[in-house]
């Protein structure tokens, strides 16, 4: 069974339909006892940090995630909560990634939105996809690279594309957005 977190942050139902074409059921909870007993969860996210942040308090869901065994694949405010805190509100977030999540320079057109490339990739969600592949981005917001980066785009700086640290897995694009290159990196997240 694979859970999504369910803690009023995210587009779940384009996340839902995304593993329904590929013939997966999920279900959308934030029953603690579920989410620890389903194979994988779904971390996702759309939306201001600190008011996402506030919804996985009042869940407890701040202190449930860390705990977590099964693959976990956090996307966009779902990997910026697994920083150590985000600018954006100055949000604390649940420390997986020891990296902050910064605001983009003002220089730049913000958000960063649309189709963008990786300029390296890596890591287990990754297989047969390349550097050359879009993936769909919407965001002001970035994780800095770090120790635990798998791929890596640049929006005016250099940030985490994705990041996975034992069971957890994050993506800053969407990939239930990103058509045929978005399908196989979820794929790969179930073959996991």
């Not at 579920?34 to 919804?55: M, S, T, Y």
Request: net charge negative; glycine share 8%; hydrophobic share 40%.
């Amino acid at each position: 069974m694979i859970a999504i977190l369910n803690y009023e942050a995210g587009n779940v139902r384009s996340v839902q339909n995304a593993f329904a074409r590929l013939g997966v059921e999920t279900l959308l909870t934030d029953d603690h006892k579920v989410i620890r007993q389903a194979d994988k969860v779904i971390f996702p996210g759309v939306g201001e940090a600190g008011a996402a942040r506030a919804n996985l308090d009042a869940k407890g869901l701040d202190q449930l995630i860390p705990t977590l065994t099964q693959p976990v694949l956090a996307v966009c405010v779902g990997l910026q909560l697994l920083c150590e805190r985000s600018e954006e509100s100055d949000t604390p977030g649940l420390g997986i990634f020891p990296v902050e999540v910064r605001r983009f320079p003002p220089t730049d057109k913000v958000p960063h939105m649309g189709w963008n490339n990786c300029v390296t990739v890596g890591g287990r969600l990754f297989a047969g996809i390349s550097p050359q592949d879009d993936l769909y981005f919407v965001h002001s917001y970035y994780a800095e690279t770090g120790p635990h980066t798998t791929a890596q785009a640049d929006y005016s700086v250099p940030f985490s594309a994705a990041m996975e640290r034992d069971n957890f897995l994050a993506v800053q694009f969407h990939p239930e957005k990103s058509g045929p290159v978005g399908a196989r990196l979820i794929q790969n997240f179930l073959d996991l």
